[in-house]
């Protein structure tokens, strides 16, 4: 008796399945890759992290002193410095126009810092005489308001307000008008 050898049928696969096996190797290769990739990308920032917190803890941080002393008089801003020659520029900035009788009328103008203003309000020529409207000094933004009461007696119409504003030897002017009726001024809502 001799050896007897048998030849094994190998069944020859298809060109199909071993290429879905190397797919499938290869999805499973970039998933390791990609879960790699992130773990160590977390430890790089969470490390980061760390470290940050870390030397940030190494600074002593330094508290202002609390001073218990009595209040001071706050320092007063300092002066607007206005050049010598400079024109003095007026303009109208707010107007109550039209406003009624007995009703409260608003003036502001805006001109140089630290200029003088003066105001004359004139119904039908004749001037009006108000405390209210007395020369005033403009403020460090060159800012001046009047608020004056219109005489119940005014005359209905539009009448000229002149502002003159004036710093050393310049001065300038500003003519907006005022209209007084005895219809209130609509508002849209």
């Known amino acids: 008796m001799g050896l007897q050898v048998h030849k094994r049928r190998v069944p020859v696969k298809r060109r199909s399945v ?4 190397y797919a499938k190797e ?4 970039t998933l ?3 879960t790699v990739s992130s773990v160590v990308i977390l430890v790089l920032v969470l490390g980061a992290g ?5 030397y940030s803890g190494q600074e002593p941080v330094k508290l202002p002193k609390v001073v218990t002393e009595e209040k001071k008089e706050p320092t007063p801003a300092a002066k607007p410095k206005v050049p010598k020659r400079v024109s003095v520029g007026v303009a109208t900035q707010l107007i109550t126009s039209p406003v009624a009788p007995g009703e409260e009328a608003s003036l502001s103008v805006h001109t140089n810092p630290l200029a003088t203003c003066s105001i004359d ?3 039908d020529d004749v001037p009006v005489s108000s405390p209210d409207l007395k020369p005033q000094h403009a403020d460090e933004y060159g800012v001046v ?3 004056w009461i219109i005489d119940e007696s005014a005359p209905i119409g539009t009448w000229p307000i002149e502002v003159t504003c004036s710093y050393k ?3 300038g002017v500003v003519k907006p008008d005022l209209e007084i009726s005895n219809k209130k001024p609509t508002t849209a809502n």
């Open 18 to 21: 071993g290429h879905r096996r």
């Open 26 to 29: 290869r999805r499973h290769g």
């Open 32 to 34: 390791f890759v990609a």
């Open 50 to 54: 760390f470290a940050y917190a870390w």
């Open 121 to 123: 309000v004139r119904y």
């Open 145 to 147: 308001s009047w608020d």
């Open 169 to 171: 030897k310049e001065w």
